[in-house]
């Protein structure tokens, strides 16, 4: 019986999360990277694995959250499921409190498939979700991809509360990475520097072979060569939360049929989109490149690649 095969296989907890606005309303949603990750990558007509853990008690009701075939989610059982609380500070929900309010086990080697992908895509949520030894295998079946948000951010073992702080093992760890993603926080955390530019030459140089780093205004890449920005053009930000993992998702997987630029407008496109309404991305590729035609200038550069 030959292996399944998937451009990307996405390896994350899925979350039960509380969200809070500025005016103390709140809402349960189902979130995790892994839920707004595979969601960008199948709507680009991908073919999208996603592996996952949670309690069993959870499974009838989280399921629904994936937006991918059930038969491509490998779901495997977890003392308990992970729950976040976020909290957002502002009207545009780019400041905000987390708290993690219970957390699935830790991923291990033996828990991922005997499937073929050409992308590995660690979609964690916190530090501990993944070991070493999973970054130096996952390196050798394929194109590892890495949400530094796993590697960077600590839940208090007492009330769950946020902290970051640098990942110890970077400089030992990054030369197993293709694909890098951050927030412009997060680069400063690794790096020192608030300049994404100078940041991403530095995780470069560190020994990550592509870097991505997002910001409120739109998103920067290099790869050793060139610096490239694209803007991010929502009409509102009514679906912020998943924005980071929704570009970064969308940016590998059209990575696997396009060159840098071609696939940072996709990704700047689909994030733009998907950020006007809540939830994970739920248009298709029409959606996308009607979106670049109407409001990126250079959208029929695009159309024509």
């Not at 498939?113 to 964690?124: Q, R």
């Not at 929502?234 to 990575?255: K, V």
Request: glycine share 8%; charged share 25%; aromatic share 8%.
């Amino acid at each position: 019986m030959s292996k399944r095969e998937y451009d990307t296989l996405v390896i994350g907890h899925i979350s039960k999360d509380i969200e809070i606005d500025c005016d103390d309303r709140f809402i349960e949603v189902i979130g995790g990277a892994v839920v707004y990750s595979s969601a960008a990558a199948f709507a680009g007509g991908n073919r999208v694995g996603v592996v996952t853990k949670m309690a069993p008690g959870d499974r009838e009701r989280l399921i629904k959250g994936f937006a991918i075939p059930k038969e491509d989610i490998y779901l495997l059982p977890s003392i308990k499921t992970t729950a976040m609380q976020n909290k957002f500070h502002t009207a545009d929900k780019e400041r905000r409190t987390s708290a993690a309010l219970s957390i699935a086990d830790p991923f291990k080697i033996e828990d991922i498939p005997e499937v073929s992908s050409t992308i590995y895509h660690l979609a964690g949520l916190l530090y501990g979700e993944f070991n070493e030894e999973m970054i130096r295998t996952l390196s050798k079946r394929g194109m590892l991809a890495v949400d530094v948000q796993g590697f960077v951010r600590h839940a208090n073992p007492a009330g769950g509360k946020m902290s970051f702080r640098d990942w110890r093992e970077k400089m030992e760890l990054l030369p197993y990475i293709h694909y890098l993603k951050t927030d412009a926080a997060e680069a400063e955390i690794l790096t020192g520097t608030s300049d994404c530019a100078e940041a991403a030459k530095l995780l470069y140089q560190w020994g990550a072979r592509e870097i991505l780093i997002t910001c409120n205004s739109g998103v920067l890449v290099y790869d050793g060569r060139e610096i490239h920005t694209c803007p991010i053009k929502a009409r509102n930000l009514s679906g912020r939360p998943g924005r980071g993992d929704t570009t970064f998702a969308a940016y590998i997987t059209e990575r696997l049929r396009a060159g840098i630029p071609q696939a940072l407008l996709w990704a700047s496109a689909m994030v733009s989109n998907k950020m006007e309404s809540p939830g994970p991305y739920k248009g298709t590729r029409t959606d996308v490149e009607n979106y670049i035609n109407a409001f990126y200038q250079k959208g029929h550069m695009y159309a024509d690649n």
